[in-house]
């Protein structure tokens, strides 16, 4: 795993904001996965200057989410597909048709699950795959557990995650105890990996990342096993 250490959030944001802008000019129909949460505002704020100003083109970009609470309707403000619109699909020109989000109330979850798997191998796969990374060391809602499911799955959240989480809500009652996630090894199917980590909150999660071996326990560790990750955070989050 590589890492860049930012001085601060903006450098992050930029530094990643790079290295996206530069998949999407060599490859103009790349296949993006994305991120929510508070991390990549910065760098959706960035692409979106970059489109007004006419350097960057989405019209050929397709998006995968990784994930979407559960129960939840897309029309909800909470939900990530809402975030999504407001902080980037609305203000660029990718196509209706090239987005995909997991649906946060389907009929049926299984068949959501794998129909999700499905859709990214069949455009080809994630060229270039955004992560945040929790607290609790969760990449996606891929929680610390014993097993870690490897697809796209149902999971149960965790403490921490939902009192992380409950700052979005009026209160943390109000927070999702589930979500549909891509599991670890859709992750790890990407063929290129950026995971950002932004402020002292994020510092031991990164330390476990940096210095642990693999375990199910810190679940970005499983990146370790990736051929090309790129980590980049600021100094907060590297030093502590
Ligand atoms: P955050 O969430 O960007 O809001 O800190 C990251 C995550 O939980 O993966």
Partial sequence: ???????????????????????????????????????????YENLVQLYQNNELDFSGVTTFNLDEYYPISADNTQSYHFFMQSHLFSKINIKPQNIHILDGMPADIEKECRDYEKAIVRSGGIDLQLLGIGKNGHIGF?????????????????????????????????????????????????????????????????????????????PATMLKVHPDVLLICDKEAYEG
């Fill in 142 to 218: 891929n929680e610390p557990g014993k097993n870690l499911n490897a697809t796209t799955h149902l999971t149960d959240l965790t403490e921490t995650t939902i009192e992380s989480n409950a700052r979005f809500f009026k209160n943390v009652n109000e927070v999702p105890r589930k979500a549909l996630t891509m599991g670890i090894s859709t992750i790890l199917r990407s063929k290129k990996i950026i995971l950002l980590a932004s402020g002292f909150e994020k510092h031991m999660a990164v330390q476990s990342l940096l210095t642990d071996n693999i375990n199910t326990q810190t």
């Fill in 1 to 43: 795993m590589r890492f860049i250490v930012c001085s601060d959030y903006a450098e992050m944001c930029a530094e990643c904001t790079k290295q996206i802008s530069a998949q999407i000019i060599l490859k103009p129909n790349s296949v993006l996965g994305l991120a929510t949460g508070s991390t990549p505002i910065g760098v």
